[in-house]
């Protein structure tokens, strides 16, 4: 035993004598070409995640009254990047002298983005979406973030069949959907049941109605008419049950906050698992304040010091903007973590049911402006926007 280790012992030490010979001799042998500059899977890598892309709107088209849609191209002539139906993208923009951020659901497919050409349809309702329906025109230019978010069917975790209900503007996530479903990138059965209170007022009618030749089933629910071949009413747990059997489908959903609440009580007796009901994500908003106090807000961004109004009824993030500070944020609802930023003082609340910080962030002290209302002047660190 003793022989055999003093003899691997100077095998490895004639090893270690030529270490350095080898190596130079291998780098002699070397190719004298220069290293490339970029390697394909760094570009790879910056095709699916750009981060943040200059984009030129290249049609506005109405789609029923109060709703209009918007094609994008990108300005680098590039492809977008690959997504999953059913996710968002924000867009940002100067409207009316203050720099604004709103995540739409996108309405393409993923092919048709793939192929240079991404669209959103936006309900003309709100600050920022009112301005796009009415000033933005052809040739307009903004940015916009990759795709992100999780309203999208996953295989591991969501039955075959998937029940996808719509409400007004809640129809695009799910145009998106039933595209990429005929376009056979997609294993799911969809049905559909978008409610709208008149037919005038369902967007898209034409082309689901054409998908239905591809497999989707899609049910109209008109709640202000009767007419025959449509539904009248709402999406209730009677008129689901005729359709499909609840307890064996992913229930995908996306439309106002009473849609939300109306389709919770009447899913509330098939007991169904958590997993099973998605709801897609709405912006935090103004809340309704007769006078609301107004206190100062103190906003650090790398080396420079900003100062803004901030309404105790606005998210910290509303403020920032109004004010023309160039806070970063995506998803609006407090799930992305894009905007999270560090507390540094003051007192605060956070929007019920939206504090997605996690739990060190919570310990930590950092918050997302884009769910969090002040109730004292307040003082905070936001990352700088892309
Ligand atoms: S923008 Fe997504 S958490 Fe604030």
Same mark, same amino acid.
């Given at each position: 035993m003793t022989f055999k280790k003093q003899v691997f012992g100077f095998l490895d030490m004639l090893r270690f004598k030529k270490l350095v010979p080898n190596r130079r001799a291998a780098l002699a042998a070397g190719s004298p070409e220069p290293l490339p500059k970029s390697y394909r899977v760094n570009e790879q890598a910056r095709r699916l995640h750009p981060g943040v892309m200059e984009v030129e709107l290249t049609a506005v088209r109405p789609l029923c009254p109060?709703?209009?849609?918007?094609?994008?191209?990108?300005l680098d002539a590039d492809a977008f990047p690959f997504f999953r139906a059913g996710q968002y993208a924000a867009l940002q923009g100067n409207a009316g002298g203050s720099l604004v951020s709103r995540p739409y659901s996108i309405v393409s497919s993923p092919r048709q983005a793939l192929a240079g050409e991404l669209t959103f349809g936006v309900a003309d309702a709100g600050f920022f979406s009112g301005w796009l329906n009415r000033e933005a025109r052809p040739g307009d230019r903004f940015r916009m973030t990759e795709p992100s978010g999780e309203f999208h069917y996953e295989t591991l975790r969501d039955h075959r069949q998937i029940v996808c209900i719509a409400g007004g503007a809640g129809?695009?996530?799910?145009?998106?959907?039933?595209?990429?479903?005929?376009?056979?990138?997609?294993?799911?059965?969809?049905?559909?049941?978008?409610?709208?209170?008149?037919?005038?007022?369902?967007?898209?009618?034409?082309?689901?109605?054409?998908?239905?030749?591809?497999?989707?089933?899609?049910?109209?629910?008109?709640?202000?008419?009767?007419?025959?071949?449509?539904?009248?009413?709402?999406?209730?747990?009677?008129?689901?049950?005729?359709?499909?059997?609840?307890?064996?489908?992913?229930?995908?959903?996306?439309?106002?906050?009473?849609?939300?609440d109306f389709l919770?009580?009447?899913?509330?007796?098939?007991?169904?698992? !958590?997993?099973? &009901?998605? !709801?897609?994500?709405?912006?935090?908003?103004?809340?309704?304040?007769?006078?609301?106090?107004?206190?100062?807000?103190?906003?650090?961004? !790398?080396?420079? &010091?900003?100062?803004?109004?901030?309404?105790?009824?606005?998210?910290?993030?509303?403020?920032?903007? !109004?004010?023309?500070i160039p806070a970063p944020s995506k998803c609006r609802a407090g799930g992305c973590g894009y905007c999270r930023s560090k507390w540094l003082g003051g007192e605060f609340r956070i929007a019920e049911g939206r504090d997605g910080r996690r739990e060190a962030d919570r310990k930590f002290g950092f918050v997302h402006p884009c769910v969090t209302y002040p109730l004292s002047d307040m003082e905070i660190e936001v990352p700088p926007a892309e």
């Open positions: 109060g709703m209009q849609e918007f094609t994008f191209r990108r129809i695009t996530p799910f145009v998106s959907m039933a595209r990429s479903m005929a376009e056979g990138d997609e294993p799911y059965e969809m049905l559909l049941f978008y409610g709208a209170r008149t037919r005038e007022q369902l967007a898209y009618r034409e082309e689901l109605d054409a998908l239905r030749e591809k497999g989707l089933r899609v049910v109209y629910v008109l709640s202000d008419e009767e007419v025959p071949g449509f539904e009248h009413g709402f999406a209730t747990a009677k008129l689901l049950e005729k359709y499909t059997d609840i307890r064996e489908a992913s229930f995908f959903l996306c439309g106002p906050q009473a849609m939300y919770d009580r009447e899913l509330a007796p098939y007991a169904l698992p !958590r997993k099973a &009901v998605r !709801r897609d994500a709405s912006c935090c908003g103004a809340l309704p304040a007769e006078e609301p106090r107004v206190f100062r807000l103190t906003v650090h961004i !790398r080396d420079r &010091v900003f100062s803004a109004d901030a309404a105790e009824n606005e998210t910290l993030l509303a403020s920032m903007e !109004r004010a023309g």
